[in-house]
């Protein structure tokens, strides 16, 4: 089938993270475990699949509170999922995220050399995430979650994230954060953009048919069947260069915001440069069935309004002429900032390590991250920018700058620094609450 049909178990199956819009604001706990002991690990799943919250809990009491869990390839190994198995899922989960650090455009600071222990090596097995609307709900996710890996000595927690979506839903550049996100097909969340037809529930959920008519589920369906793969990546960023940036290359503050719109695609409250391109319009950022409906092919085909090589068009180039088909790209994302905003108008850097952690939901890691990261946001070739890269997030070696379309003359700003660091992260599978069960009964 297509799409999501009616109300089934599947809504009891899927876990609660993969397609439900986050609460704002809320707070989050990223947690990584070693599986020292298979039995050990598999008692961890079925503990887990007790305390998971399925998608058909967003209407219960615990619908803006839960707890996702994740497993790695190397996960899966140390759980003893035979081999057979293992080869059925996508090549790109099976070769790890730091394996692919050179399509993805970690390198220098960001390689996976450099990246936090543990993250990117072979011990990082399990992801917990549990998130709730305030740090008190969050607590008592966590001792849910606590109860599945408590008195298992076989199983390590290894390293620990809080995160969290600020009360105003911006990330540390001052952007509104999660605007844009596609619609599923029978899924019951509304689009983000009403101007964008839903996407096949095949594009995000394993089992299901895509939007070239195929289906992936790993093997044997139990195991595979309404579950997703999933991408986190802890990203540093450097707010004070960034400013300084900003400070740098504007004539004056209205046109360092000016700026700072012309290189995300909107402006700081979330208001796209295609309903507003002369001013900022906060009442527009703050209307979530305004602020994403609009299209760039149709309206701004040669991007004076909103510029081709920006971050949110990249990101989704929508109805654009681009090479490729941009539906075969889309992603569900989500982020969350970690680690303390730095104080407002302040332009040197204080030392403190502040960022996003990000997640990105799909059932295609190749075509949909990796392609994105790597054609759209490190690159150009496919909007005709040359080798321009991701203003915002790009891997930038400090020699090509950013060019703003505009008549007479387009205007060029100085080579771009890296504002963004790569601290780690890695590819899991998101498995079903039945898969859970099964990993959990697995014998030798």
Not at 262 to 280: E, F, N, T, V, Y
Not at 332 to 351: F, H, Q, S, T
Not at 400 to 422: D, I, M, Q, Y
């Amino acid at each position: 089938m297509g799409g999501f049909q009616g109300s089934s178990h599947r809504d009891y199956d899927i876990q609660r993270g993969v397609l439900s819009p986050r609460p704002t604001p809320y707070a989050a706990t990223y947690l990584v475990f070693r599986v020292d002991d298979r039995a050990q690990g598999r008692e961890l799943m079925r503990r887990a699949a007790a305390s998971v919250t399925a998608a058909a809990d967003s209407a219960s009491p615990l619908g803006e509170t839960w707890v996702s869990v994740a497993v790695t390839f190397h996960g899966l190994e140390a759980l003893g999922v035979p081999r057979a198995s293992l080869d059925t899922f996508a090549w790109e989960f099976r070769q790890g995220m730091a394996a692919g650090a050179k399509t993805l455009g970690d390198a220098g600071e960001s390689d996976p050399a450099q990246w936090e222990a543990p993250l990117g090596t072979s011990d990082v097995h399990v992801v917990f995430a549990a998130l709730a609307p305030d740090t008190a709900r969050l607590e008592a996710a966590l001792d849910r979650a606590r109860l599945a890996h408590d008195q298992l000595p076989g199983v390590v927690a290894i390293w620990r994230q809080d995160c969290c979506a600020l009360p105003t839903g911006t990330e540390h550049f001052g952007y509104l954060d999660g605007v844009s996100q596609p619609a599923v097909e029978g899924s019951g969340i509304g689009a983000s953009n009403r101007l964008e037809v839903p996407l096949k529930a095949g594009e995000f959920v394993l089992g299901y048919r895509d939007e070239i008519g195929g289906i992936q589920t790993p093997q044997p369906e139990v195991l595979g069947r309404n579950g997703s793969y999933a991408v986190f990546r802890k990203l540093h960023q450097r707010v004070a260069e960034f400013r300084r940036y900003l400070r740098e290359n504007a004539t004056g503050p209205e046109d360092e915001e000016l700026l700072a719109a012309k290189i995300m695609g909107r402006w700081r409250s979330g208001a796209p440069l295609a309903l507003s391109p002369q001013h900022d319009a906060p009442d527009l950022g703050a209307g979530p069935q305004r602020h994403n409906t609009f299209l760039y092919g149709r309206d701004d085909p040669a991007g004076f309004i909103t510029p081709s090589g920006c971050h949110i068009r990249r990101a989704n180039p929508r109805d654009a002429a681009v090479a490729g088909e941009v539906r075969l790209h889309r992603m569900i994302r989500r982020g969350a900032v970690y680690g303390p905003p730095l104080p407002e108008g302040a332009l040197e850097d204080d030392g403190a390590d502040r960022g996003l952690m990000f997640a990105f939901i799909g059932a295609h890691l190749g075509r949909q991250f990796e392609f994105v990261q790597s054609q759209w946001m490190n690159d150009g070739v496919f909007f005709g920018g040359g080798s321009a890269r991701d203003p915002v997030t790009g891997s930038h070696d400090g020699v090509t700058g950013f060019t703003v379309p505009r008549r007479p003359l387009r205007r060029r700003l100085s080579p771009l620094p890296r504002f963004v660091v790569t601290r780690g992260g890695e590819y899991c599978f998101l498995p079903g609450l039945r898969a859970l069960r099964w990993l959990g009964g697995l014998q030798d």
